[in-house]
């Protein structure tokens, strides 16, 4: 549990001069953290995120964990750069990603693999691009902007509609009779045959 201020310190650097990408890194460097089961001791941590901007968008490419200490050997794990709630880190540039609870970011098993890794990031606010004099862009939430919800609402309502407007518009096509049977007036001769 990353529960203290990271005293190696948060730095970036340009991945690629020829694309615009960006590297983050958050230094854990000699400090002890109590894991999850009693005993546990995570004692050096480098966690590295890559982000990349495409058009007017940025996103979150690749996340790792490196030399990750864990019972006096190091590890580097590879995590994967969505969520177990679905959610991957993007927003439009100048804007920062924010998430009350984006859920757990997990580690890509290999084979025959013993250790894995998670990581969540708690009420997380991301901008990478276009940040002026240090300061968050505007929030863009990390849930739909129109969810499931919202979609059928309109799509009933459309369908109620339309149904509506059709049966309104066949009321109006029906036409009364032209002429009335006067009983003072000569009368409405209908023929009959057999």
């Excluded at 968050?136 to 799509?155: A, D, H, K, R, T």
């Excluded at 066949?170 to 007036?185: E, Y």
């Amino acid at each position: 549990i990353l529960d203290q201020p990271a005293k190696g310190g948060i730095s970036g650097s340009r991945i690629d001069l020829e694309k615009d990408d960006f590297r983050v890194a958050i230094d854990y460097k000699g400090q002890e953290f109590t894991g999850i089961n009693a005993g546990e001791k995570l004692t050096r941590l480098i966690i590295e995120m890559n982000f990349e901007k495409v058009g007017g968008t940025w996103r979150l490419t690749d996340i790792e964990i490196k030399d990750f200490q864990y019972n006096n050997m190091l590890y580097n794990v590879e995590m994967l750069a969505t969520t177990d709630e679905g959610y991957g880190v993007s927003a439009p540039a100048g804007l920062a990603f924010s998430c009350y609870t984006p859920g757990s970011f997990h580690s890509i098993r290999e084979p025959n693999s013993t250790y894995g890794a998670t990581l969540e990031f708690p009420r997380v606010q991301l901008q990478v691009f276009e940040v002026h004099s240090g300061k968050f862009g505007p929030e863009w939430e990390c849930g739909e902007l129109i969810s499931i919800g919202l979609w059928v609402g309109i799509l009933v309502s459309l369908a109620f509609a339309t149904i509506c407007f059709w049966g309104f518009s066949m009321l109006a096509s029906i036409n009364t009779m032209d002429r009335f049977d006067d009983p003072k007036g000569k009368s409405i001769y209908v023929p009959q045959t057999d």
